[in-house]
């Protein structure tokens, strides 16, 4: 356990100074909303924050795992040890950044007109869904961009193309297939999304939190599959 807990102070390291230097840039475009606000004649909106978050927590999966795993391997950290450690760190991050992102969506709903993400896709505002909700998209995000740099990592040159180009080829035959059923095909998809996100019905954050939280430990778990025998590469 000390051990996991040892590659967890290091990738929480790791992070701190990127995210420090994130937030600071959230604040200043924060206040010079808040600025243009207090001078417009017209009421100014602002929203969706958390995008920005989205991306970054996914850069911060990618590139958390090349760099920690060289060093781990080379003080006799085993990948299972590593593994754990770096899934606690990103599941840290994301209840911190999510914490961060409430905590600045109220502030910021107190002084002009702000939507959070969820308040955009729920049409209300509740600071305790808001936050679980965000912990479930930050994680998964953090898990998918952990995922996706080792599958980079473990491929040779050709698997790096048909890991890039895969995405797109999907997203040409839904779209192709799409058309063939009359567009019957997307919409089933958005409804099943839908469903499973509480977009539709009474529209629920709570259960969006769980399919969430259940598709981040699902690819957490398909994280250790690349882990597993990864080699250690120059």
């Given at each position: 356990m000390g051990t996991t807990l040892k590659v967890t102070k290091y990738q929480l390291y790791s992070f701190y100074k990127a995210v420090l230097v994130f937030y600071i840039?959230?604040?200043?475009?924060?206040?010079?909303?808040?600025?243009?606000?207090?001078?417009?004649?017209?009421?100014?909106?602002?929203?969706?924050?958390?995008?920005?978050?989205?991306?970054?927590?996914?850069?911060?999966?990618?590139?958390?795992?090349?760099?920690?795993f060289k060093f781990m391997m080379a003080n006799n950290v085993s990948r299972r040890r590593f593994y754990y450690g770096n899934l606690i760190a990103l599941a840290v991050l994301a209840a911190f950044m999510a914490l961060a992102d409430t905590a600045l969506s109220a502030i910021l709903s107190s002084v002009i007109r702000y939507q959070s993400l969820t308040g955009q896709l729920y049409g209300?505002?509740?600071?305790?869904?808001?936050?679980?909700?965000?912990?479930?998209?930050?994680?998964?995000?953090?898990?998918?961009?952990w995922f996706i740099s080792m599958l980079y990592y473990r491929?040779?040159?050709?698997?790096?193309?048909?890991v890039f180009i895969t995405p797109?080829?999907?997203?040409?035959?839904?779209?192709?297939?799409?058309?063939?059923t009359g567009g019957q095909l997307g919409r089933t998809v958005i409804g099943f999304i839908g469903?499973?996100?509480?977009?539709?019905?009474?529209?629920?954050?709570?259960?969006?939190?769980?399919?969430?939280?259940?598709?981040?430990?699902v690819l957490a778990v398909l994280c250790y599959i690349p882990i597993r025998r990864a080699p250690v590469k120059e």
């Open positions: 840039i959230i604040l200043m475009v924060s206040l010079g909303t808040i600025a243009l606000a207090v001078k417009a004649t017209e009421e100014v909106s602002f929203g969706g924050l958390g995008t920005a978050t989205i991306i970054f927590i996914s850069i911060a999966g990618m590139d958390c795992f090349k760099t920690g209300f505002s509740n600071y305790t869904a808001e936050y679980l909700w965000s912990f479930g998209l930050y994680t998964l995000a953090a898990c998918m961009g491929a040779d040159g050709v698997m790096k193309m048909v797109m080829a999907a997203g040409i035959i839904f779209a192709f297939l799409d058309r063939q469903r499973v996100m509480g977009l539709t019905g009474g529209r629920s954050p709570f259960i969006g939190f769980l399919s969430l939280l259940i598709a981040a430990a």
